[in-house]
């Protein structure tokens, strides 16, 4: 890990922090491949449930570092970037993104479950004003959260549009004044880790994401069927139920490392 991450874990929550300040942590290529590894290193620990990624300071991060000079896009070369994929993990991953975010962190953070804004935050894809394109698949993906048009009307003017908007255009799931934002994320990280069932909520995540690439509802629904079948081979079902009837907090028996079906199981 590179020190401008800074990683805190507790009670099955782990913090990211881009840790940049007085740069508005601007990505340098070591603190995207480092974002990356700390990502897989915490998907592979079981005892984390959920990662929250946030920014220091007042922006969450304005984008790719061209204080070095040149276009800023050497990190492109490297494929490491190119396999940033965090809906293959099986952890969620909820943005808490506290200020602007801009370029390649906006579209990183289109790759993750969940995003709360600050309703005030100022965001772009400004890549056509810099004469690039789009990156991190989010060719792929913005059509996906908010439409084809709206991710036209985004991409191709490389307008800035606030947390309000995003969050009624639903690139966000909620826009909060801006010192909400962190708690409010980290809120719902700590219910996630304390109620929900690990294997459940990597079969489900996995799932959603899966079918969210099928164009076919009818295989859509072999894939979804697959899945519920190899859930009643487990005890998780009968836990469920019998601690909501006692009315006590449940004790999952099956971690998230556990083996999926293969149909949601891309390369493990």
């Given at each position: 890990?590179?020190?401008?991450l800074?990683?805190?874990?507790?009670?099955?929550?782990a913090?990211?922090?881009?840790?940049?300040?007085?740069r508005?942590?601007a990505?340098?290529q070591?603190?995207?491949?480092?974002?990356?590894?700390?990502?897989?290193?915490?998907d592979?620990?079981?005892?984390?449930?959920?990662?929250?990624v946030?920014?220091a300071?007042?922006?969450?991060?304005?984008?790719?570092?061209?204080s070095?000079?040149g276009?800023?896009?050497?990190?492109?070369?490297?494929?490491?970037?190119?396999?940033?994929?965090?809906w293959?993990?099986?952890?969620p991953?909820i943005?808490?993104i506290?200020?602007?975010?801009?370029?390649?962190?906006?579209?990183?953070?289109?790759?993750w479950?969940i995003?709360?804004?600050?309703?005030d935050?100022?965001?772009?894809?400004?890549?056509?004003?810099?004469?690039v394109?789009?990156?991190?698949?989010?060719?792929?993906?913005?059509?996906?959260?908010?439409?084809?048009?709206?991710a036209?009307e985004?991409?191709?003017?490389?307008?800035?549009?606030?947390?309000?908007e995003a969050?009624?255009?639903?690139?966000?799931?909620?826009?909060?004044?801006?010192?909400?934002v962190?708690?409010?994320?980290?809120?719902l990280?700590?219910?996630?880790?304390?109620n929900?069932?690990p294997?459940?909520?990597?079969?489900?995540?996995?799932?959603l994401?899966?079918?969210?690439?099928?164009?076919?509802?009818?295989?859509?629904?072999?894939i979804?069927?697959r899945?519920?079948?190899?859930?009643?081979?487990?005890?998780e079902?009968?836990?469920?139920?019998?601690?909501?009837l006692?009315?006590?907090?449940?004790?999952?028996p099956?971690?998230?490392s556990?083996?999926?079906?293969?149909?949601?199981?891309?390369?493990d």
């Amino acid at each position: 890990m590179v020190t401008d991450l800074l990683v805190d874990c507790d009670a099955g929550v782990a913090t990211v922090t881009l840790n940049r300040p007085d740069r508005l942590n601007a990505l340098t290529q070591p603190m995207i491949v480092g974002l990356w590894e700390t990502f897989t290193e915490l998907d592979a620990a079981d005892d984390v449930r959920a990662i929250v990624v946030t920014g220091a300071g007042r922006a969450f991060s304005s984008g790719s570092d061209l204080s070095a000079g040149g276009d800023g896009q050497a990190f492109r070369k490297d494929p490491v970037v190119y396999r940033h994929r965090a809906w293959e993990l099986r952890t969620p991953v909820i943005g808490a993104i506290n200020g602007a975010a801009v370029g390649v962190a906006l579209t990183m953070a289109s790759q993750w479950d969940i995003r709360y804004v600050a309703e005030d935050a100022k965001l772009a894809f400004p890549f056509t004003r810099r004469g690039v394109s789009g990156e991190a698949h989010s060719a792929w993906i913005l059509p996906r959260l908010v439409g084809l048009s709206r991710a036209l009307e985004l991409m191709i003017s490389g307008r800035f549009f606030s947390g309000a908007e995003a969050a009624a255009i639903g690139f966000a799931a909620r826009a909060l004044p801006r010192d909400e934002v962190l708690p409010a994320a980290r809120e719902l990280a700590l219910d996630i880790a304390t109620n929900t069932s690990p294997a459940m909520v990597a079969a489900n995540k996995r799932l959603l994401w899966t079918c969210a690439q099928e164009t076919d509802a009818h295989r859509g629904g072999e894939i979804e069927q697959r899945v519920y079948d190899w859930v009643r081979t487990l005890d998780e079902p009968a836990e469920g139920a019998k601690s909501f009837l006692e009315r006590r907090p449940p004790c999952w028996p099956t971690p998230k490392s556990v083996a999926l079906p293969a149909v949601i199981n891309p390369a493990d």
